[in-house]
């Protein structure tokens, strides 16, 4: 298959540079090919591009209408602009060198009168992006369904009130599932952006919350009476666009996988923007997810401090995703997840090139934190102070409290004879500088 060089002709495969260039279209950190451990850097960091932001998104807000204008954008037949829209957005995916994309239905195949004619649709799409995956490599991340643009998902989706539009919405899944399983995605996400509530006046939060669990169990077992064998993933984020949704945050998205009998076939995508968003860091929900033993993906972003919406900028804060990946990288990694860059240009980045300036520093911002990680852990300074910090626990008495062989009655006795414990500093300031070092050298 011969695949289409034209939207991008000024810009080149962008390559590595390395750190003293000064070339704005390259990368100084993100090195593709460097071997790491025995695997190449990008199989470490399996980067993917979102569809939805980089390929659908118009630079529209609440204020006023989108600024951005595509040139491929171009022509009547709404099926055929998806086509040329796509190859466009697989040249973009081989230039940037990202091994892996991700989209929800909607972004890729226009709507049509009714469900059936939607499939159609998306069939002929679903068949290029075939073809263009084989002619580049390029694989599918993820695949999800949007169920929160549409007008009868006002209400939600799966807790809708409406028995009828929670039909609708399990028959779009079950689509969206079939064709994620076509392109071989290797996890299938869950983001319930409608999934919550904007008044608790109208709204029966048990039922809904049960509706929810129920709709999960019939897709996690249509998947596998198809055969799909990706890894589901929770997204979890605390409200936008209702006022509060029902997969908060990881804490609470633990609860109700567990509620429901779930946290066998779920893990989660965690967010940058939306860990803020719910009064979170990063590097928090990244923890709470790798002590469950649950952490999947990642949804590489970050918000805007001074504002309070989901603002998806991409992320050049390396401090704050070199702890980001030290929490990643002491869990073991991300298995089948990886960093996909759920993150838009903003309102008046509207020229193509924007999208590589954009990708560029946010792989290049993740690629540093990663190697900064590996030698944060490689050098362990700062494990052995946490190692340290619990020492307590590996002998005697504390090991019996880990072991659960202790009693109030034993520890009354030890704390009675040993009397006031020590006060022994928490050290906040001298890690701070010690991660500062690495950070900035
Ligand atoms: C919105 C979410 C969305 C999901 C996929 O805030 O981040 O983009 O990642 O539905
Ligand atoms: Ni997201
Ligand atoms: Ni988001």
């Not at 949007?146 to 209400?155: I, K, Q, S, V």
């Not at 030698?375 to 409290?401: H, M, N, P, Q």
Request: net charge neutral; with cysteine; charged share 25%.
């Amino acid at each position: 298959m011969k695949t289409n060089r034209a939207h991008f002709p000024s810009i080149s495969a962008i390559t590595y540079a390395g750190p003293a260039s000064d070339q704005a279209l390259a990368f100084r950190h993100y090195n593709p090919d460097e071997i790491i451990d025995g695997r190449p850097m990008n199989a470490h960091l399996r980067f993917s591009i979102a569809y939805w932001h980089s390929f659908r998104g118009t630079g529209s807000d609440p204020f006023g209408p989108g600024t951005i204008v595509r040139p491929w954008e171009k022509g009547s037949d709404p099926v055929s602009v998806a086509r040329t829209r796509m190859d466009a957005a697989f040249e973009f995916f081989q230039k940037i060198g990202a091994p892996f994309w991700c989209f929800h239905d909607r972004d890729i195949a226009p709507e049509g009168r009714t469900l059936a004619e939607t499939n159609r649709n998306l069939d002929r799409l679903v068949a290029h992006a075939h073809d263009l995956q084989r002619a580049t490599g390029v694989r599918l991340l993820w695949g999800t369904a949007n169920l929160f643009a549409h007008p009868r998902y006002m209400n939600g989706a799966a807790t809708n009130p409406d028995a009828q539009v929670f039909a609708h919405a399990a028959a779009q899944v079950k689509k969206a599932l079939e064709i994620t399983k076509e392109l071989g995605g290797e996890n299938y996400v869950f983001w319930g952006g409608r999934e919550g509530y904007d008044t608790l006046l109208n709204t029966n939060l048990k039922r809904e919350q049960d509706h929810l669990g129920g709709f999960l169990h019939l897709a996690v077992d249509y998947a596998r009476s198809i055969g799909f064998k990706g890894q589901f993933l929770i997204e979890p984020k605390p409200k936008e666009p209702t006022k509060h949704q029902y997969d908060f945050d990881v804490a609470s998205g633990i609860a109700f996988l567990r509620t429901y009998g779930l946290e066998k076939h779920f893990k989660f995508n965690i967010e940058t923007n939306h860990a803020t968003l719910a009064g979170h860091s990063f590097q928090h929900e990244i923890e709470v997810a790798a002590a469950a033993g649950l952490l999947g993906s990642i949804d590489a972003n970050a918000g805007d401090p001074l504002l309070g919406w989901d603002t998806d900028q991409f992320n050049t804060d390396v401090r704050e995703l070199t702890l980001a990946m030290v929490s990643i990288l002491r869990a073991g990694g991300l298995g089948s997840g990886g960093f996909n860059f759920d993150a838009k240009l903003r309102r008046p980045s509207v020229d193509p090139e924007d999208l590589f300036h954009a990708h560029i520093g946010g792989m290049d911002a993740y690629a540093l934190a990663f190697k900064i990680a590996r030698r944060i852990l490689a050098d362990g300074k700062l494990e052995a102070f946490v190692r340290e910090r619990y020492a307590s626990y590996d002998t005697g008495f504390g090991r019996d409290i880990e072991a659960g062989r202790t009693s109030f009655r034993q520890l009354e006795k030890i704390a009675l004879k040993l009397g006031e414990p020590a006060h022994r500093s928490g050290r906040q300031e001298y890690l701070e500088n010690l991660i500062a070092r690495y950070v900035h050298g």
